[in-house]
């Protein structure tokens, strides 16, 4: 491979995971208008389906929402039976945001439609390659991980 073709090629993959990037974040706002919440509220319960439970404090931080905003938007998830909240059992003037039971299915069927194209592109590739892809997957979510981390510890 020349470098010239290797150049070219880095360039190419740099686009296409900037371009991911964007196209992941206008399907993430259209899907957030459809399901009726807005984007920081459908990055909450994504926060939340990972987590399992956080406090609105940490949610507050990891959202940059101010803790009013915080409070506007557990509201608005509680009442469309997206969270609860539980009294926290090491504070007693805390609470615990988790999300409620039917809340992932409810979720999960919303993208039913982008698994199934997900499943379809991923399988048209051989092993050989899903090994590359899910390396770099793996990586940029680690270097993203770590450059977050960077912008945190300099504030």
Same mark, same amino acid.
């Given at each position: 491979?020349?470098?010239?073709? &290797?150049?070219?090629? &880095?360039?190419?993959?740099?686009?296409?995971? /900037? @371009? %991911?990037?964007?196209?992941?974040?206008?399907?993430? !706002?259209?899907?957030? +208008?459809?399901?009726?919440? !807005?984007?920081?509220?459908?990055?909450?319960?994504?926060?939340?389906?990972?987590?399992?439970?956080?406090?609105?404090? $940490?949610?507050? /931080?990891?959202?940059?929402?101010?803790?009013?905003?915080?409070?506007?938007?557990?509201? /608005?998830?509680?009442?469309?039976?997206?969270? +609860?909240? /539980?009294? !926290?059992?090491?504070?007693?003037?805390?609470?615990?945001?988790?999300?409620? @039971?039917?809340?992932?299915?409810?979720?999960?069927?919303?993208? @039913?439609?982008?698994? &199934?194209?997900?499943?379809?592109?991923?399988?048209? %590739?051989? $092993?050989? +390659?899903?090994?590359?892809?899910?390396?770099?997957?793996?990586?940029?979510? &680690?270097?993203?991980?770590? $450059?977050? +981390?960077?912008?945190?510890?300099?504030?």
């Amino acid at each position: 491979m020349t470098k010239s073709t &290797k150049t070219d090629l &880095k360039k190419r993959a740099l686009m296409a995971v /900037r @371009e %991911y990037g964007i196209h992941l974040t206008l399907f993430r !706002n259209a899907m957030s +208008e459809w399901a009726g919440l !807005n984007v920081t509220d459908m990055e909450c319960l994504r926060l939340l389906f990972l987590k399992g439970v956080a406090t609105p404090s $940490e949610l507050a /931080r990891q959202t940059g929402l101010t803790s009013g905003a915080t409070t506007a938007m557990l509201d /608005r998830l509680e009442k469309a039976g997206l969270i +609860e909240r /539980r009294p !926290n059992p090491e504070d007693r003037r805390g609470t615990l945001i988790v999300p409620a @039971e039917s809340s992932a299915e409810r979720a999960a069927s919303w993208f @039913e439609s982008a698994r &199934k194209a997900q499943d379809e592109l991923v399988s048209s %590739y051989s $092993e050989s +390659e899903l090994e590359i892809i899910a390396d770099a997957f793996e990586r940029f979510t &680690k270097l993203w991980d770590q $450059e977050r +981390e960077k912008i945190q510890e300099g504030r």
